[in-house]
C-alpha cells in the first residue's frame, strides 16, 4: 500500500501525528508520497492542474508491475475498502488458477473455467445473486 | 532505500530503463501512460515512513501486489 499526495514529506509527517494517530493505533501503516510537482498523478492521469492537487485515483499493481485495475474518483466522495479487497482477492485467484471470476465473485464461490464448450452455457453454472441488480 | 536528507525532493517519474538525470527527460514522461494491462509508470517518490523520511520507487515493489492511492490533500475531510 503507498499513498500520494501533492502534500510534502513533511506535512504528512505532522499530519500522522496530529490526526491520523487519533483515528488509528500507530498511525497509518504504509509509505506515504509526496507529489509536490504532480508530475507522477499527471503520468497516472489523476492530476488536476487547476486545483493543485491529485484525485482520487486507486490502481492496483500486480507482482509483474502491470496495473490490473483503477478507479478514480472526484474529491467529495471516498473509496469503498472492501471492494478493493474484492477486487485484489479475484486478481489474486485469478492469477494462481488461470480461472476467470464472474461479477461480485467473492472466495470461496464459483469461478468459471473458460473453454469453447462453456460459451453460451454460463447460465448453467452460475446465476446473478438473489436480491441484488 | 535511498537516504532523504530533508534537501532534495526526489526524481518523479522514471522512464523505462532510465538511468540517471530524470529532469531532462521530464516533458517526455509527463504524457498520462497509466490504462489497465499496461506497465504501471515506474516513479521515485520522497515519502514519511516509519517515523522517518526515505525516497520510495515503486520499482522496488516487484513481485508483490501495489494498491497505489492517490488524493487530494492531508487534513482534508474525506
Not at chain 1, 501503516?29 to 488536476?48: C, E
Not at chain 1, 486545483?51 to 473509496?79: C, H, K, N, S, Y
Not at chain 1, 477486487?87 to 476467470?100: K, M, S
Request: hydrophobic share 40%; glycine share 12%.
Amino acid at each position: 500500500m503507498l499513498s500520494v499526495s501533492t502534500d510534502s514529506r513533511f506535512v504528512h509527517k505532522i499530519w500522522q501525528a496530529e490526526e491520523l494517530e487519533r483515528m488509528i493505533p500507530g498511525g497509518v501503516p504504509f509509505p506515504m508520497l509526496s507529489d509536490q510537482s504532480g508530475a507522477i498523478g499527471q503520468i497516472y492521469g489523476v492530476y488536476d492542474p487547476a486545483a493543485g492537487v491529485d484525485l482520487r485515483g486507486r490502481f492496483l499493481i500486480d507482482p509483474d508491475g502491470v496495473i490490473q485495475a483503477m478507479e478514480v474518483l472526484t474529491p467529495p466522495v471516498g473509496r469503498n475498502v472492501e471492494e478493493l479487497i474484492r477486487q485484489l482477492q479475484a486478481f489474486q485467484h485469478v492469477r494462481a488458477t488461470g480461472d476467470v471470476t464472474p461479477s461480485g465473485w467473492r472466495p470461496g464461490e464459483t469461478a468459471l473455467h473458460p473453454s469453447p464448450g462453456l460459451a453460451g452455457q454460463v447460465w448453467q453454472v452460475w446465476k446473478p445473486k438473489q436480491g441484488k441488480a | 532505500m535511498p537516504e532523504d536528507g530533508c534537501v532534495q525532493t526526489a526524481r518523479g517519474p522514471v522512464s523505462q530503463g532510465d538511468g540517471a538525470d530524470v529532469r531532462e527527460s521530464h516533458e517526455e514522461v509527463s504524457r498520462v501512460s497509466a490504462r489497465v494491462g499496461g506497465k504501471a509508470p515506474d516513479f521515485e517518490a520522497s515519502a514519511f515512513f516509519a517515523g522517518g523520511f526515505q525516497n520510495v520507487r515503486l520499482s522496488d515493489y516487484l513481485g508483490r501486489w501495489v494498491v497505489l492511492c492517490f488524493y487530494p490533500g492531508d487534513f482534508t475531510f474525506v
